[in-house]
């Protein structure tokens, strides 16, 4: 009896409209597939790669009983009969070789390879006092206002500090910026503000008015720097994704968002996944096709433990910015699940503009540099160093643009310098 080759079984086959969790199950065309994260309506064929693929599936192997090899039947010995002149054989015309379908690549954005991110004070502080964005130095590929306001039941608002000038000169200041390649963009949240998207209600006023404010204003998106509301089961993780996503659809492909979570909200999931601890995962998962980059603050929150340490990597060090980078883009674990990483394009790391900035966590100007150096090059690197380069790591975030400018550009100036020379 001829052997049979092995048979694995099926999953459920994949339906366009189920949506599936991380860690969920499908079958496609006798392949099976599990889902990186939450996924809906994204062929498994069409859609899946391994980590930092930012792909939704990742390939299982083949599946279903395969056709059995049929037993040959026996051919009859031919009566001899006498051979022929033979006729010369043609020579085959060759077949082409297909050219390989070529890797997709991300939606050019406008946006710089390895951006300068910083946040402008829609407010006075001990900074000083609001200025005009038109003074705000080019060396900042993306400004970050800051911060729009709870308006409540979902609803944003924005009221421009005088200092900015009038709204028409305000108006006219992005715009200035946008015509120079400058990303400007409205951040939610901050230290002290909120958002309550906690039902489809909620999310449609979200979308409604951020439209409405983007559009009047001229913003290129919105930034989520949401340090309140956010914790595990909270609603906001479910109703969030779905008004940005609707905010997406409305503004058009060039939409911008970006993320500011503390990094407790992110990579703390490592260390352990409940309240605020990995709060973002959910939402970033839910996110990732919409996601431009994920800078997350690596101040004001102490030391922090990665896989690549048995202790935890000093806060404001190189060896903390690589990590974390790291975990972002390679993967980790965190609560029974697994994050699949993102694209280095997506990922850059958030950093004080100076001692005064910040409670804690102050990382020096050669720190930055190693950091961006070992994660783009593999040079310069300290006892963390990444699986590979990333020289398309996106960069830098910093609070803030106007701690910068009261500093006298110190972090600015040399930042942007290094910034310049990655590959």
Not at 19 to 37: D, E, I, K, R
């Amino acid at each position: 009896m001829a052997a049979s080759a092995q048979a694995f079984a099926c999953y459920t086959p994949w339906n366009s409209s189920t949506a599936y969790n991380g860690g969920g199950q499908a079958s496609y065309n006798n392949v099976n597939y599990t889902a990186n994260w939450w996924t809906q309506g994204n062929n498994p064929s069409t859609s899946s790669g391994g980590a930092g693929s930012g792909q939704p599936w990742t390939a299982v192997g083949d599946c279903g009983t395969p056709t059995p090899t049929p037993t040959p039947t026996p051919t009859p010995t031919p009566t001899p009969t006498p051979t022929p002149t033979p006729t010369p054989t043609p020579t085959p015309t060759p077949t082409p070789t297909p050219t390989p379908t070529p890797t997709p690549t991300p939606t050019p954005t406008g946006l710089a390879k390895h951006a300068l991110i910083g946040y402008w004070h829609n407010f006075t502080n001990p900074s000083g006092t609001t200025y005009p964005i038109s003074q705000v130095s080019d060396d900042w590929d993306v400004i970050v206002v800051s911060f729009g306001d709870n308006a409540g039941g979902g609803n944003v608002s924005l009221t421009i500090d005088p200092g900015a000038g009038t709204e028409a000169q305000f108006i006219a200041d992005v715009a200035a910026k946008r015509a120079k390649g400058k990303k400007v963009i409205l951040s939610l949240g901050g230290q002290n503000g909120s958002v309550s998207v906690g039902n489809t209600a909620e999310a449609t006023n979200f979308t409604n008015s951020l439209y409405a404010i983007i559009t009047k204003y001229g913003f290129d998106g919105i930034d989520l720097d949401l340090e309140n509301g956010v914790a595990q089961g909270a609603a906001i993780q479910t109703y969030l994704p779905i008004a940005v996503k609707n905010l997406k659809t409305k503004v058009g492909s060039s939409f911008y968002l970006s993320m500011a979570p503390e990094w407790v909200y992110v990579e703390g999931g490592y260390t352990s996944y409940g309240s605020i601890w990995g709060a973002y995962i959910p939402i970033i998962n839910a996110l990732r096709s919409e996601l431009t980059v994920l800078h997350p603050q690596y101040y004001n929150n102490g030391d922090i433990y990665t896989p690549y340490a048995t202790g935890p990597i000093k806060a404001g060090s190189a060896d903390q910015l690589v990590a974390t980078a790291r975990m972002l883009i390679e993967g980790f674990n965190y609560g029974g699940n697994t994050f699949a990483g993102l694209r280095p394009d997506q990922v850059g790391f958030g950093v004080p503009s100076g001692r005064s900035s910040a409670g804690s966590g102050f990382t020096t100007n050669a720190d930055v540099s190693n950091a961006l150096n070992c994660l783009t090059r593999l040079l310069n690197c300290g006892t963390i160093k990444p699986l590979q380069a990333y020289p398309d790591f996106r960069g830098v975030m910093t609070w803030s643009i106007n701690w910068d400018r009261h500093d006298n550009y110190n972090f600015s100036v040399p930042t942007k310098t290094v910034l310049k020379t990655l590959p």
